[in-house]
C-alpha cells in the first residue's frame, strides 16, 4: 500500500511566478492535511479538506493560498504571485477516518529565488 | 502563542540511555496527544500517541506519559540507539477537527 505521495519533492519558482503542489492520500484516505514547516520550526495547519469540501481553512493566508481536493485526482495546493516568505517545506498527510491517525509525505521543499 | 510548547530544544544522550522529551499544552479542550519522528527530508512518521483517559502508553522502547492534571506529556526513548537520532514533535488536536498543533520539536543525538 503507497504511502502519500507528494510531488515535486524540489520546487523553485522566481518572485512572482505560481506554484502547484500535490498530494495523493493514502489509498481510501479522503481526510487531507496541508502543513508548512518553516527552517528550525514544528509544522503549522494551513488546511483540512475531506473530498471536494474545505473543512478548515484557518490556517491559509488570506490572499494567494488556495487548496482543493476533487472527487478525482489529487489535492492541489496552490500558490499565487510567490513571495520569498513562501519558502518552506509543505507537507501533506491523510487519514481514512476523522479520527484516525495522520499519516504524512516526504513534502515539497519550495524555494523562491 | 505557543499553544504547545516541547523542551528541550536538542538532546543528546549516550547510547543504551533514556531520552526523555516533554510537552505542555494549553488548551484543554484537546483530546489526543500524538509524537512524531522526522529524519532529515523526510515527512514526520507517527511513534505513539495518547488519549487523555489514560496516564502511559507504552510500545516497544517508546512510552508516552500523560499528566491530565497539569496539563504535560512526555515521551521516553528506552535503550536509546544511534538510529533513534532525529528531530522529534509532540502535537494535540480536538474534537471534530484534528488539525494538528506542534511543537517546535527536539533534535535528539545518540551517541554510540
Known amino acids: 500500500n503507497a504511502g502519500v505521495m507528494q510531488n515535486p519533492r524540489h520546487l523553485v519558482r522566481r518572485r512572482g511566478q505560481e506554484a502547484r503542489l500535490r498530494c495523493s492520500p493514502m489509498k481510501g484516505h479522503s481526510h487531507v492535511y496541508w502543513y508548512r514547516q518553516l527552517p528550525e520550526e514544528g509544522l503549522k495547519f494551513m488546511v483540512y479538506?475531506?473530498?471536494?469540501?474545505?473543512?478548515?481553512e484557518s490556517g491559509m493566508p488570506k490572499e494567494r493560498f488556495s487548496a482543493e481536493f476533487p472527487k478525482e485526482g489529487p489535492s492541489i495546493l496552490r500558490i499565487q504571485q510567490v513571495v520569498r516568505g513562501d519558502s518552506a517545506a509543505y507537507f501533506c498527510?491523510?487519514?481514512?477516518?476523522?479520527?484516525?491517525?495522520?499519516?504524512f509525505g516526504d513534502g515539497t521543499r519550495l524555494s523562491i529565488l | 502563542q505557543q499553544q504547545v510548547k516541547q523542551s528541550p530544544q536538542s538532546l543528546i544522550v549516550q547510547k543504551g540511555g533514556i531520552s526523555i522529551i516533554n510537552c505542555a499544552y494549553e488548551n484543554t479542550a484537546f483530546d489526543y496527544f500524538p509524537w512524531y519522528q522526522q529524519f532529515p527530508g523526510k515527512g514526520p512518521a507517527l511513534l505513539i500517541a495518547i488519549r487523555p483517559d489514560v496516564s502511559e502508553k507504552k510500545e516497544g522502547r517508546f512510552t508516552i506519559s500523560f499528566n491530565k492534571s497539569a496539563k504535560q506529556f512526555s515521551l521516553h526513548i528506552m535503550d536509546s540507539q544511534p538510529g533513534d537520532s532525529a528531530t522529534y514533535f509532540c502535537?494535540?488536536?480536538?474534537?471534530?477537527?484534528?488539525?494538528?498543533?506542534w511543537g517546535l520539536g527536539t533534535s535528539l543525538a545518540v551517541n554510540p
Open positions: 502535537a494535540a488536536s480536538r474534537g471534530n477537527n484534528r488539525k494538528l498543533i
Open positions: 498527510a491523510s487519514s481514512p477516518e476523522l479520527k484516525e491517525p495522520q499519516h
Open positions: 479538506l475531506q473530498k471536494e469540501n474545505i473543512i478548515d
